[in-house]
């Protein structure tokens, strides 16, 4: 499965920390490139690396996937080259390629994930394909590597939403907690997926409070859009946007949508349509 592909990834990441700054000093030389994969060090192929690059920069992702393609004819075992042609599939709107590129340079290279933009895109990557498993271990990755800014709360919050999907709301609320720490102002998806969770665990009195700053955000209905994971948890969303606003048949009739369809808080739904 992809996602123990990637877990082997991580595995070898954590041995590769702890030797980091001896492996930082040898590869400040050419050499080490040449004895951890000796036709990554292709001219050529570095140059289509390069080229490849710079078209994804200008959006021009024909040029990069052609190019990325070029630099894999001649280094098979460049994890540079499987990224540059990951994003460009994932940016041509091929996600479950993309993915699959990903994972490769993963596999070939662990460090890979140290760079947030690779994390990012491995997780973009596996929301867009379906594949939330995957995507819950790499935005576990992006946030280990974000500093403390907005960024961090975003990837917190996008966490929270994938792992409350898969059934997981404690853990969620957990999430949810750092990524409103993290904004250090208001960030009504996090509120809002916050109320969520709680409200699972019948602690309605404590979702109040999260669930009233969220319904005041005039964009709330665009944001739930935006939510990633199973479809009911968009539903079961904007249920919540109908209570909060006194709009209880409309809420009914989410809630008893989210009851058909949810694989994993049906209970809860049906608990909530009983109310």
């Known amino acids: 499965m992809p996602s123990k592909r990637l877990a082997l990834g991580f595995l070898t990441l954590s041995l590769f ?9 040898a590869e400040e030389s050419n050499l080490w490139e040449d004895i951890r994969a000796p036709t990554r060090s292709s001219p050529e192929a570095r140059r289509s690396i390069m080229r490849a690059n710079r078209a994804l920069s200008e959006q021009q992702y024909a040029i990069a996937t052609r190019e990325a393609l070029k630099a894999l004819r001649i280094a098979p075992d460049s994890s540079e080259a499987f990224l540059a042609l990951g994003s460009a599939q994932l940016y041509s709107g091929h ?3 993309a993915m699959h590129s990903f994972e490769r340079a993963i596999e070939l290279d662990p460090r ?12 973009h990557a596996a929301i867009r394909a379906g594949n939330y498993p995957l995507a819950i271990d790499a935005l576990h990755a992006l946030i280990a590597a974000l500093p403390s800014i907005a960024m961090r709360a975003n990837a917190f919050n996008r966490l929270a939403d994938l792992v409350q999907s898969e059934g997981r709301v404690d853990e969620a609320i957990i999430l949810y907690r750092n990524a409103l720490l993290e904004a250090r102002s208001m960030h009504p998806q996090a509120a809002l997926g916050l109320a969520l969770a709680l409200r699972r665990l019948n602690r309605n009195e404590e979702a109040a409070i999260y669930l009233e700053l969220a ?41 008893l949508k989210v009851a058909d369809e949810s694989p994993h808080h049906r209970e809860h739904a049906l608990r909530e349509a009983r109310q």
């Open 112 to 123: 890979q994930l140290l760079d947030p933009n690779v994390s990012s895109r491995i997780a």
């Open 95 to 97: 996600p479950h390629e």
């Open 215 to 255: 319904a005041r955000t005039p964009e709330i209905e665009r944001i739930i859009q935006e939510v990633p994971g199973h479809p009911s948890e968009r539903s079961a969303r904007n249920a919540l946007i109908h209570l909060a606003r006194g709009e209880k048949d409309k809420a009914h009739a989410l809630f």
């Open 17 to 25: 920390a702890s030797a980091m700054p001896a492996l930082a000093r």
